[in-house]
């Protein structure tokens, strides 16, 4: 048995986005009572109202929990923004460029933009950002920002130059953190509760239930709905019941199963495609699995759009590769095909003197997980209808990831949430089968080399071609076959109006623009 972090793997088949909440028992009763409590909103004027975990930090660089990260986006805004397509949007930052051989990032900050006290924004709150990532904990919200950064300068007032270890063509994408200011966190605890930021919100004060805020001059305007709210919440569950009884006015949502909860009732909805990809993975050091020809045959058995419609009701963009079809690099139409076709899987199979009845095999799902559950047992069917022998085995997610870990298993289901950028070394690098995600054991030198020379490519154009060569690649290897990526929401009170489809890393955008139905 390998050595992997479990943390690392319970993260990943949860698919959320960010690090494990922390539990609270004091904030428990508090929130839960709030639920059943209508009247805490009855008689006061109507405010924006979100939940998150209680949090150890203000500071948006220390954290580690997502929903607190979600929430200070109230507060603090990025660098710069990544739109639904997975392009990198300007924001605080106006621009970027690259230099041709891949090793410096020159990042400038649009003119006149101010913190929440008037002072400017500069460049030397860049590197008082990075100074903070840079010594913030392994499992912080943003750590992976300073992944091959070797140093950083302010050059003048509002440029900074990001120095990087070795090529890096996804660098744009780690400048999508929230900036803090030099001038107040250097002066004081930067891990303090008092926080001060450049959004559409300031803090005006808190207790162990809440956290009450104002609207602010941000950088991107002032607000048209004047006070909002952040309530203290132990879980996800309660999330969603303080949403459904009108104590919290917005729940942005990207976890499995939402879409069954809220597919009805008077709320807004705005949708948006994630970086969560679903998947069933091979065990490719079992001999069985090493043989190319069954998994593709495989491939040519699972009926992606019917798990797509049926089981995830649509709210899932079917993709076979680990690469968004959604976002502005997808080079989907370049990849091998495998539309739903039992008898070219039988036809594939026979081919290549292979009989369906000489495979058995298991697929383990976390049984908590009902989706992934219910696509298992549809996925085997499918094979079993080809005379294969295939069972599905179901586990609590612990003993599933156990399994996983100690590659006891043939198949699983599972899930991973990519970073935005398309780098997939992680995930599918042979050197990642021991350190990194890459659970499914590929390794292959051919995926290694296309892999590190798309991290090489520079310029638009380069990394497009870089990354077909990957997908197509994959496509055609399939050390995994990929079911899609789900779809998340952003909900809101049926009388909020003005919301659009968040930035896939800023659910809070455009916020300044919402306002109450009257």
């Given at each position: 048995?390998?050595?992997?972090?479990?943390?690392?793997?319970?993260?990943?088949?949860?698919?959320?986005?960010?690090?494990?909440?922390?539990?609270?028992?004091?904030?428990?009763?508090?929130?839960?009572?709030?639920?059943?409590?209508?009247?805490?909103?009855?008689?006061?004027?109507?405010?924006?109202?979100?939940?998150?975990?209680?949090?150890?930090?203000?500071?948006?660089?220390?954290?580690?929990?997502?929903?607190?990260?979600?929430?200070?986006?109230?507060?603090?805004?990025?660098?710069?923004?990544?739109?639904?397509?997975?392009?990198?949007?300007?924001?605080?930052?106006?621009?970027?460029?690259?230099?041709?051989?891949?090793?410096?990032?020159?990042?400038?900050?649009?003119?006149?933009?101010?913190?929440?006290?008037?002072?400017?924004?500069?460049?030397?709150?860049?590197?008082?950002?990075?100074?903070?990532?840079?010594?913030?904990?392994?499992?912080?919200?943003?750590?992976?920002?300073?992944?091959?950064?070797?140093?950083?300068?302010?050059?003048?007032?509002?440029?900074?130059?990001?120095?990087?270890?070795?090529?890096?063509?996804?660098?744009?994408?780690?400048?999508?953190?929230?900036?803090?200011?030099?001038?107040?966190?250097?002066?004081?605890?930067?891990?303090?509760?008092?926080?001060?930021?450049?959004?559409?919100?300031?803090?005006?004060?808190?207790?162990?239930?809440?956290?009450?805020?104002?609207?602010?001059?941000?950088?991107?305007?002032?607000?048209?709905?004047?006070?909002?709210?952040?309530?203290?919440?132990?879980?996800?569950?309660?999330?969603?019941?303080?949403?459904?009884?009108?104590?919290?006015?917005?729940?942005?949502?990207?976890?499995?199963?939402?879409?069954?909860?809220?597919?009805?009732?008077?709320?807004?909805?705005?949708?948006?495609?994630?970086?969560?990809?679903?998947?069933?993975?091979?065990?490719?050091?079992?001999?069985?699995?090493?043989?190319?020809?069954?998994?593709?045959?495989?491939?040519?058995?699972?009926?992606?759009?019917?798990?797509?419609?049926?089981?995830?009701?649509?709210?899932?963009?079917?993709?076979?590769?680990?690469?968004?079809?959604?976002?502005?690099?997808?080079?989907?139409?370049?990849?091998?095909?495998?539309?739903?076709?039992?008898?070219?899987?039988?036809?594939?199979?026979?081919?290549?003197?292979?009989?369906?009845?000489?495979?058995?095999?298991?697929?383990?799902?976390?049984?908590?997980?009902?989706?992934?559950?219910?696509?298992?047992?549809?996925?085997?069917?499918?094979?079993?209808?080809?005379?294969?022998?295939?069972?599905?085995?179901?586990?609590?997610?612990?003993?599933?990831?156990?399994?996983?870990?100690?590659?006891?298993?043939?198949?699983?289901?599972?899930?991973?949430?990519?970073?935005?950028?398309?780098?997939?070394?992680?995930?599918?690098?042979?050197?990642?089968?021991?350190?990194?995600?890459?659970?499914?054991?590929?390794?292959?030198?051919?995926?290694?080399?296309?892999?590190?020379?798309?991290?090489?490519a520079i310029g638009q154009e380069a990394q497009k071609a870089a990354l077909k060569d990957v997908e197509r690649y994959i496509s055609l290897q399939l050390p995994i076959i990929g079911i899609g990526f789900r779809n998340g929401a952003l909900l809101t009170a049926s009388d909020i109006?003005?919301?659009?489809?968040?930035?896939?890393?800023?659910?809070?955008?455009?916020?300044?623009?919402?306002?109450?139905?009257?």
């Amino acid at each position: 048995m390998r050595f992997r972090n479990f943390i690392a793997l319970l993260l990943i088949f949860l698919c959320g986005c960010g690090s494990v909440p922390q539990e609270d028992a004091a904030a428990d009763d508090t929130a839960k009572l709030a639920v059943i409590d209508k009247k805490q909103r009855e008689g006061t004027q109507r405010e924006l109202v979100v939940s998150m975990r209680k949090p150890l930090t203000l500071n948006p660089l220390l954290n580690e929990d997502s929903t607190v990260d979600a929430a200070l986006k109230l507060i603090y805004e990025p660098l710069f923004n990544i739109s639904e397509e997975q392009s990198v949007i300007p924001n605080i930052g106006e621009s970027y460029t690259l230099s041709p051989d891949g090793m410096q990032l020159t990042v400038r900050i649009k003119e006149g933009l101010k913190w929440h006290d008037g002072e400017p924004i500069g460049a030397d709150d860049i590197v008082y950002s990075l100074d903070t990532i840079e010594r913030a904990s392994e499992s912080s919200v943003y750590k992976g920002c300073a992944a091959n950064v070797s140093d950083y300068e302010a050059v003048d007032r509002l440029t900074a130059v990001i120095y990087y270890n070795s090529p890096y063509s996804m660098a744009a994408y780690n400048l999508c953190f929230p900036l803090i200011p030099e001038h107040y966190f250097g002066n004081e605890d930067d891990d303090s509760l008092n926080p001060l930021g450049d959004g559409a919100y300031s803090l005006v004060d808190y207790d162990t239930k809440e956290y009450r805020l104002t609207r602010a001059q941000g950088i991107n305007g002032t607000p048209k709905i004047e006070n909002a709210k952040i309530i203290i919440s132990p879980d996800r569950e309660t999330d969603y019941d303080a949403f459904e009884h009108g104590i919290t006015s917005v729940l942005d949502t990207n976890d499995s199963g939402w879409f069954g909860r809220f597919s009805g009732g008077d709320f807004g909805k705005a949708p948006y495609s994630t970086n969560c990809f679903e998947y069933l993975g091979f065990n490719n050091q079992k001999e069985m699995f090493k043989n190319q020809t069954l998994r593709q045959a495989i491939a040519y058995a699972v009926n992606r759009e019917e798990i797509a419609e049926d089981i995830y009701m649509n709210n899932m963009d079917v993709s076979l590769t680990p690469v968004n079809p959604t976002a502005y690099m997808s080079n989907e139409e370049s990849t091998a095909s495998y539309d739903y076709d039992p008898d070219e899987a039988l036809r594939t199979l026979w081919s290549a003197g292979l009989s369906p009845y000489n495979f058995a095999f298991s697929i383990l799902v976390n049984e908590e997980n009902a989706e992934r559950t219910e696509t298992a047992e549809i996925i085997a069917e499918d094979l079993n209808r080809l005379g294969m022998k295939v069972t599905v085995i179901k586990k609590p997610f612990e003993e599933y990831s156990e399994l996983i870990n100690a590659d006891d298993f043939d198949v699983f289901i599972g899930g991973t949430d990519f970073r935005c950028g398309f780098d997939l070394r992680e995930f599918l690098l042979s050197s990642s089968v021991y350190s990194g995600t890459n659970y499914v054991n590929f390794s292959d030198k051919t995926m290694d080399t296309l892999l590190d020379a798309e991290i090489g490519a520079i310029g638009q154009e380069a990394q497009k071609a870089a990354l077909k060569d990957v997908e197509r690649y994959i496509s055609l290897q399939l050390p995994i076959i990929g079911i899609g990526f789900r779809n998340g929401a952003l909900l809101t009170a049926s009388d909020i109006s003005g919301v659009t489809i968040p930035y896939v890393n800023n659910c809070f955008a455009g916020v300044e623009r919402w306002s109450f139905e009257e």
